[in-house]
């Protein structure tokens, strides 16, 4: 009989990591308190696949992204193959402008940026007023990640991974070798192995194991226009706002970062204010209506370096969160971590045949 983990949280960290569990030959269950699993941060995110300036970032938040990168583009291949849903990887390349003349070298640093200027940036971006000088980072793609969680839960489901919506855990009990879950609607599970991957919410479930971090949820509010394709051609970074192409000529546009507690609301004058700041980027954003606006909770933790590892004292136990503004890019590496820690504990000790990614004819 394989081993079970029993995940909680069914965000883009979750996910990830429960379907690389599985791929491992794990038993995997996962437990999330909403009703549609990836709609939380996960799906109210703009999908770039790279940290914001991302020289700023730290050295392990760093190379999560970088190795992230290499997996996605095989990533969305394969979830498209197995679901027939395409999360709609697009290189389109990232546009930083109005930087600072000291942080303009290690922007460049970064690879393949190259600078551009005058006539070179209106070739690359012709729609752009707001600058006359960024640095190009040609690699950069984003993803279109609430079509991409839809594609994940379906693969979770496909290689087996059991996927219960609508499953708060309150409470958690270590009792001998294993962990009891209870949920708010009185349901209980019971495994040996556990990864708390809550999110913005996961500062309770630690203190059931004596973890004092505090996760805490920062709000952004995003819109969206429906433009035609080629308005906007590259993600464009400028002074912490951003707009991200997709391939149907949707723009997004985001983000503000606001510390209100769990509220999710929304606020006309931000939707306003965004769509101002697309104007002002490029004006004939300004002729298209904002179709959406929404709202999401993203993980915020002291040192801005995510904690994924086995609880102390708890061994058994993993934690993936913490994520902040880069879960979506540090996801799949992420869950690489979570399944070599799980690879570390347990050998191939109990492990089923493991699971083949791809279709079987
Ligand atoms: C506006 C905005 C823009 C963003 N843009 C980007 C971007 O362009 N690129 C990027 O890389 N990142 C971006 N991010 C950040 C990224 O979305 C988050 O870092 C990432 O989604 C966090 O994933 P998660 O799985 O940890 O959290 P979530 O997606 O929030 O998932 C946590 C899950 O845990 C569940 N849960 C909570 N409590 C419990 C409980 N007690 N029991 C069971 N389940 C529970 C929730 O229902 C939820 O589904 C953005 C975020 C926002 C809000």
Not at 53 to 71: D, F, G, M, N
Not at 83 to 98: C, H, R
Not at 158 to 173: F, S
Not at 226 to 249: F, K, M, Q, S, W
């Amino acid at each position: 009989m394989s081993v079970s983990i029993l995940v909680v949280g069914g965000g883009v960290i979750g996910l990830c990591s429960a379907r690389e569990l599985r791929l491992a030959g794990y038993a995997v269950k996962v437990l999330d308190a909403s009703a549609q699993m990836g709609t939380e941060a996960s799906g109210a995110g703009g999908g770039i696949l790279s940290l914001l300036y991302p020289w700023r970032q730290t050295v392990e938040v760093k190379a999560l992204a970088r190795r992230s990168q290499v997996i996605y583009p095989q990533l969305a291949k394969d979830l498209s193959m197995t679901t027939g849903i395409s999360p709609q990887y697009f290189k389109s390349g990232m546009l930083i402008t109005a930087l600072q003349d000291s942080e303009e070298p290690l922007a460049l640093a970064e690879d393949n940026a190259v600078k551009v200027t005058g006539s070179n940036l209106a070739y690359l971006e012709p729609g752009l007023v707001c600058a006359t000088t960024g640095v190009y980072l040609p690699a950069i793609a984003n993803i279109r990640n609430p079509v991409m969680m839809r594609a994940l839960v379906k693969d979770c489901l496909r290689l087996g991974v059991e996927l219960y919506p609508n499953a708060r855990v309150t409470r958690t009990l270590n009792v001998a070798s294993s962990y009891h879950v209870m949920l708010e609607d009185g349901r209980k599970f019971a495994s040996e192995f556990m990864v708390i991957a809550a999110g913005a919410w996961s500062s309770n479930l630690l203190k059931q194991f004596g973890l004092e971090h505090q996760i805490i949820p920062i709000k952004g509010q995003m819109i969206a226009i429906r433009a035609r394709p080629g308005v906007l051609r590259h993600i464009i970074l400028h002074e912490g706002r951003y707009l991200i192409p997709r391939r149907d000529g949707v723009v997004l546009v985001g983000s503000t970062v606001e510390q209100t507690g769990f509220d999710k609301s929304t606020e006309p004058a931000v939707a306003e204010d965004l769509h101002d700041f697309a104007r002002f980027v490029i004006p004939a954003l300004g002729q298209y209506p904002v179709i959406a606006h929404w709202a999401g909770l993203r993980p915020s933790i002291s040192g801005d370096t995510p904690l994924i590892e086995q609880i102390p004292n708890h061994p058994r136990v993993v934690v993936a969160t913490g994520h902040y503004r880069s879960g979506l890019v540090c996801a799949p590496a992420t869950a690489e971590r979570v399944r070599s820690l799980y690879s570390e504990m347990l050998g191939h000790q109990g492990v089923g045949g493991a699971v083949q990614s791809g279709i079987m004819d």
